[in-house]
């Protein structure tokens, strides 16, 4: 009997869930609100608390599309990302899943911000740039798929970015390996730069370590090679304007 009237008591006590009764467009309309005034965690947890009442229909659909967003805006890119990906295998022809594409990319495009941001005396070769290249495929998906869409232009100015970044990223590592005399390795990301990131502005400097590499290592011809190519594509280069000083090969004037 005691444990019967404990049991009671506690049940009693439990607080009631205002949100019982709600239909799907209460909960979502709920779940917007507190999303919109900053209340992420909240709005959630109603978002999550909407799908499982009612799986089926526009609002769970749009709930699984908008948990995405307020995932990425409380800084848990990982969940975020899961979600569009999630929504994208669920709805693969729904009207806004060029959307889920976009924030996919995005959520990755800003983990590259930080790809240099605390670069200073760290080693470089062990950065990874895999959120820029997954963000770069994610963009290009949308623009190849969605053409017309509303977020594909500022897709294409991303990827544009992202090429010069991945580019620039390359050739700081080629620096890095360069500096301490490791010329092979040097050699190999300033080639990677040059042959997987076509017009990055980057490719001036990695020439540049292409010639001096190549030279640290005695191989001339190779060289020779790369300062040929050097020269053709960038004849007014800060690099060969003393080319001809002391009468050394400009080469052997940067250090």
């Known amino acids: 009997m005691l444990i019967a009237a404990l049991a009671l008591v506690g ?19 709920e779940a917007k609100t507190l999303m919109n005034e900053g209340g992420y965690d909240q709005a959630i947890k109603m978002f999550e608390k909407l799908e499982s ?11 699984q599309l908008d948990t995405a967003y307020a995932y990425y805006k409380s800084d848990e890119p990982e969940l ?9 295998k669920l709805h693969p022809n729904h009207r806004d899943v060029d959307y889920a594409y976009y924030l996919k990319g995005l959520v990755n ?43 594909a232009e500022d897709s ?9 970044s991945l580019a620039a990223y390359e050739v700081h590592v080629a620096r890095y390996y360069y500096r301490r005399n490791a010329y092979i390795a040097a ?6 730069a040059i042959t997987q990131y076509p017009n990055a502005p980057s490719h001036e400097e990695a020439l540049f370590l292409l010639v001096k ?20 594509n960038f004849a007014d280069s800060k690099y060969l304007t003393s080319k001809h000083k002391e009468g050394r090969p400009w080469w052997q004037l940067w250090e």
């Open 213 to 232: 590499s190549y030279d640290k290592l005695g191989l001339t011809e190779l060289r020779d090679d790369a300062d040929r190519v050097m020269q053709q």
């Open 109 to 151: 495009f800003n983990e590259n911000l930080g790809l240099f941001g605390d670069a200073t005396g760290k080693d470089l070769s062990q950065r990874d740039p895999r959120a820029s290249r997954e963000a770069f495929d994610t963009f290009r998906e949308l623009v190849e798929r969605f053409p017309e869409s509303k977020y």
């Open 187 to 192: 050699i190999n990301r300033a080639q990677a």
């Open 80 to 88: 975020a990302i899961l979600a569009t990906e999630r929504f994208i």
């Open 156 to 164: 294409r100015l991303r990827m544009q970015y992202l090429v010069n």
């Open 11 to 29: 049940c009693s006590s439990a607080p009631d869930d205002e949100t019982a009764n709600w239909d799907a467009q209460k909960l979502y309309s």
């Open 53 to 63: 009442r009612y799986p089926y229909g526009r609002y769970a659909q749009q709930a």
